[in-house]
């Protein structure tokens, strides 16, 4: 297992347009989480599922956003109609049920022009 | 809601010195636990150290431990004999006991190791 793959690294989009970004978690874990991070602060959390279910939603996820997990293997983040305050890194982590640390990802760049 | 505070934006520390990195947490409950996690420039975050509230025992990670305070909030990370590879952001991060449980994070502190 080569721990959680974010792809892709970079995307580079215009004002209005869709993106998606994808995320394969560590096999065994049972838990993904969705994180933005801009420039300089803290992982802001977005969303998170266990299994193939999507259990909290952040008040930061607007209807622009969409998450998905189906069969509970990898998931992916969909923006629709980019803005450029969307421009961000968006991290995925992976984990077990039990409370522990999360195993993050490389992230997706998103510039929005 | 619980909140995270890393209250220095920067830090520096010479080459094989000793840095203390400051956090502070706000929550009303007894179960949780606390992270401290490294992101160095351009890579991806990595788990540090962890401690659970309701060991007293500080942890410690080879030359990373941490100064565990639960009744003033409070969770520092000391690095000992500092290297030039340690320098990074890092966050402190929170994440509740419960079943449901982000981890909420600090806005993170910038440490320069000087060779």
């Known amino acids: 297992d080569t721990g959680v793959s974010q792809n892709p690294r970079h995307k580079i989009t215009k004002r209005g347009q869709n993106v998606t970004f994808r995320c394969d978690p560590i096999s065994e874990h049972n838990r993904l989480y969705w994180y933005r991070q801009t420039l300089g602060q803290g992982p802001e959390f977005l969303t998170y599922f266990q299994n193939e279910a999507q259990l909290e939603k952040s008040r930061l996820l607007s209807d622009r956003f969409s998450a998905e997990r189906p069969k509970g293997s990898f998931s992916t983040l969909e923006i629709q109609r980019t803005e450029q305050g969307d421009s961000a890194m968006y991290l995925c982590a992976s984990s077990l049920v039990t409370p522990g640390g999360y195993t993050f990802g490389s992230g997706t760049r998103l510039t929005v022009v | 809601a619980q909140t995270v505070t890393q209250s220095q934006p920067e830090m520096s520390v010479q080459e094989a010195e000793t840095v203390t990195l400051s956090c502070t947490y706000d929550?009303?409950?007894?179960?949780?636990?606390l992270f401290w996690y490294k992101q160095p420039p351009s890579r991806q975050m990595i788990l540090v150290i962890r401690q659970e509230a309701y060991k007293q025992q500080n942890a410690t990670e080879n030359r990373f431990s941490v100064n565990f305070q639960k009744a003033a909030k409070s969770f520092s990370l000391k690095i000992s004999d500092s290297q030039l590879g340690d320098a990074a952001m890092y966050f402190c991060a929170y994440r509740s006991g419960g079943d449901n449980n982000d981890m909420r994070f600090g806005a993170g502190t910038r440490l320069t190791v000087k060779p």
């Open positions: 929550t009303s409950e007894s179960d949780y636990y």
